[in-house]
């Protein structure tokens, strides 16, 4: 993202989390869980829901988003916005 005077905006990480927070909470984990190693099914949903809310609401890029969510690759970052149906 640009500001209005062409320099990259920067992208304040309290939003990531708060975002984070939110959506752990929504499923009953804590938001240390998320970016975490599990593969069980619940939490990789609440995961793709969380990136795919990143992704969308902060239009952050995938390498960025990997970054907040364990130092993920970033095509592991699209793989779940394809699951999730976000571009």
Do not use: N, W
Not at 16 to 31: C, D, F, M, N, Q
Not at 34 to 43: F, Q, T
Not at 48 to 68: C, D, N, T, Y
């Amino acid at each position: 993202r640009k500001d209005g005077l062409g320099k990259k905006a920067s992208i304040d990480p309290t939003t990531v989390y708060e975002i984070i927070k939110s959506v752990a909470s929504k499923h009953g984990l804590t938001p240390e869980d998320l970016p975490g190693d599990c593969r069980k099914a619940p939490l990789v949903r609440a995961r793709f829901e969380a990136i795919a809310k990143v992704r969308s609401q902060l239009r952050m890029g995938l390498a960025m988003i990997g970054f907040h969510f364990g130092f993920r690759d970033h095509s592991t970052i699209k793989h779940a916005l394809d699951a999730t149906g976000v571009r």
